[in-house]
Every structure is written in C-alpha cells, then in structure tokens.
C-alpha cells in the first residue's frame, strides 16, 4: 500500500527559508513523478511544483516561481521542497503526492492522488 511520509515544517518570519522532505513507500520512487501541493484551512488544496521521475522538468505555480526549490533523492526515495524568501500568503500544511493520470474514454485526463501524509504546516508571520 502507498503511503506518504512528510517531514519538516515550521513557524517562522517573512524572508525565512525552510526545507520540508517526503519520502514515498510501497511504489518505485524512480518510477513515480512528485508534487508537492499545500492547503490553507478554508481554501482547496493548490498545486505548488511537481518535478518529473528523471529530476527534470521542473513545475511551479506562479506564486512560489522563484522562491522555491524542488529536487528530489531516487536513492533516498525522498522529494524535498526548499522554501526561500518565505511570505504570510505561504502559510499552509504542505503535502507531497505521486499523482497519476487516469485516462477514461468518456471524460478528460484526471489526476488520481494516492492518500495523502500528515502536511507539515508552515507558519510565516510578518
């Protein structure tokens, strides 16, 4: 059974950095393209970068482009998120998934996420 591990995490001030780590069980990790997405209480779940099997491309949304890093360990089966210039507005639990595209002949391509982790949160104050 996949389950996901995240680790990290923390409060701090606007202009700080912070790296949160997941590690992914029970699918190959070398196999598997990694997200990383977050969700502030009351608003949904937003993507935040995601970075292919190979290590490379990498995604970003627009709000954190710049700012954060993702990478990625196939050894460790370990996807981090390292956090820069950290602002308010990035306050949230941020989740890592291994989403996957589910293809039906009656409806677009979807994403299916397997369960997700815990989120470690992320308190930015000003």
């Known amino acids: 059974q996949v389950h996901l591990v995240d680790s990290g995490g923390g409060s701090l001030q606007t202009g700080g950095s912070l790296r949160v780590a997941c590690v992914l069980f029970?699918?190959?990790?070398?196999?598997?393209?990694m997200g990383w997405y977050r969700k502030d209480p009351g608003k949904e779940r937003e993507f935040v970068a995601s970075?292919?099997?190979?290590?490379?491309?990498?995604y970003y949304s627009d709000a954190v482009k710049g700012r954060f890093t993702i990478s990625r360990d196939n050894d460790k089966k370990t996807v981090f998120l390292k956090m820069n210039d950290l602002k308010p507005e990035d306050t949230a639990k941020y989740y890592c998934?291994?989403?996957?595209?589910?293809?039906?002949?009656?409806?677009?391509?979807?994403?299916?996420?397997?369960?997700w982790g815990a989120g470690p949160p992320v308190t930015v104050s000003s």
């Open positions: 970075i292919m099997l190979s290590g490379d491309p990498t």
């Open positions: 998934n291994a989403p996957q595209v589910a293809y039906s002949k009656d409806s677009p391509p979807a994403l299916v996420f397997f369960d």
């Open positions: 029970g699918r190959s990790f070398g196999s598997s393209d």
